[in-house]
């Protein structure tokens, strides 16, 4: 019978006896030693020659960056005349969206909603509707329109609304004229016709609006308004006002005189323009 190789004890070419010992067990340890510390060169699968460690791509830098430092530079050097629409919107977009190309996602805000101020009017909800932009960015795009309203309204305080009338039919518009359901709004103003209170009395739906002069009144009366300036929107774009608008306007002009309180004029705001009933001597 053929005698069976002894296994190999993994220390070179050393014989192992099956009892767990080896010879010369010093040049052992010393030959351990020497393999442990020995650098640890990587063989190839050809030959004896070292592979070369695989080396790493560089990571192109995105195409988008250069095209954003362009932008801002342009923007900085000639103001926001230098752009188009989409592109301020990009501008605004590099903040609240830092590792994409913003330039699809700002072309298709303004297919979808017409303009800027249409992109800006729009409800979260719509907003989300577009590809790219979540929750957080549809967010912070109706807090730039709040500011752009607060900004509008600031130029109104303290001064009579009759002389300001181009701000105030700015703030309307900037206000309503994208909402996609009719809101009724009343101006409250003081014996010097200047802003008291700015309240949306109702909200309904794309094309009326309930209003009850006799709660336009009491509210007037609570804030101790002398007058007031209806205004409300159409949510289809045409300010042409209805014959119930006109009706119920009339209706608010004949509670409030014996009162002492003037309805100065009935505005409607559309996507296309404005109406005023007093230059239309609707009343």
Same mark, same amino acid.
């Given at each position: 019978m053929a005698k069976r190789p002894a296994p190999s004890?993994?220390?070179?070419?050393?014989?192992?006896?099956?009892?767990?010992?080896?010879d010369g067990l010093e040049d052992a340890s010393l030959f351990d030693e020497r393999l442990f510390f020995a650098p640890q060169t990587a063989k190839s699968t050809r030959g004896d020659k070292p592979a070369k460690p695989p080396s790493t791509p560089a990571t192109p830098e995105a195409h988008y960056h250069g095209?954003?430092?362009?932008?801002?530079?342009?923007?900085?050097?000639?103001g926001d005349t230098a752009l188009a629409d989409y592109e301020i919107l990009e501008l605004l977009l590099f903040r609240l969206i830092p590792r994409r190309d913003t330039k699809p996602i700002a072309k298709a805000l303004l297919a979808r909603f017409g303009t800027l101020g249409g992109v800006f009017g729009a409800s979260t909800k719509l907003l989300q509707e577009v590809s790219g932009v979540g929750e957080a960015v549809a967010?912070?795009?109706?807090?730039?329109?709040?500011?752009a309203q607060r900004m509008l309204k600031s130029e109104l305080t303290g001064k009579p609304l009759l002389s300001s009338w181009k701000a105030l039919i700015d703030?309307?518009?900037?206000?309503?004229?994208?909402?996609?359901?009719?809101?009724?709004?009343?101006l409250f103003l003081d014996k010097r016709n200047a802003l008291i209170a700015d309240e949306?009395?109702?909200?309904?739906?794309?094309d009326h609006t309930p209003v009850y002069p006799r709660e336009v009144v009491r509210r007037a009366l609570e804030l101790s308004a002398t007058?007031? &300036?209806? !205004? @409300?929107? #159409?949510?289809?774009?045409?300010?042409?006002?209805?014959?119930a608008d006109i009706d119920m306007t009339k209706t608010i002009v004949e509670t409030a005189r014996p009162l002492g &309180?003037? !309805? @100065?004029? #009935?505005?409607?705001?559309?996507?296309?323009?404005?109406?005023?009933?007093?230059a239309l001597r609707l009343f």
């Open positions: 004890s993994g220390h070179g070419d050393m014989p192992f006896d099956g009892s767990g010992a080896t095209h954003r430092e362009r932008l801002r530079n342009r923007y900085r050097d000639s967010l912070d795009l109706k807090l730039v329109a709040s500011v703030y309307c518009h900037t206000a309503m004229a994208h909402e996609t359901r009719e809101q009724f709004r009343i949306v009395q109702g909200l309904g739906t794309v007058a007031v &300036i209806l !205004v @409300h929107n #159409h949510p289809s774009g045409d300010p042409t006002p209805s014959r &309180i003037a !309805v @100065h004029d #009935h505005i409607i705001i559309g996507k296309n323009g404005h109406v005023s009933f007093k």
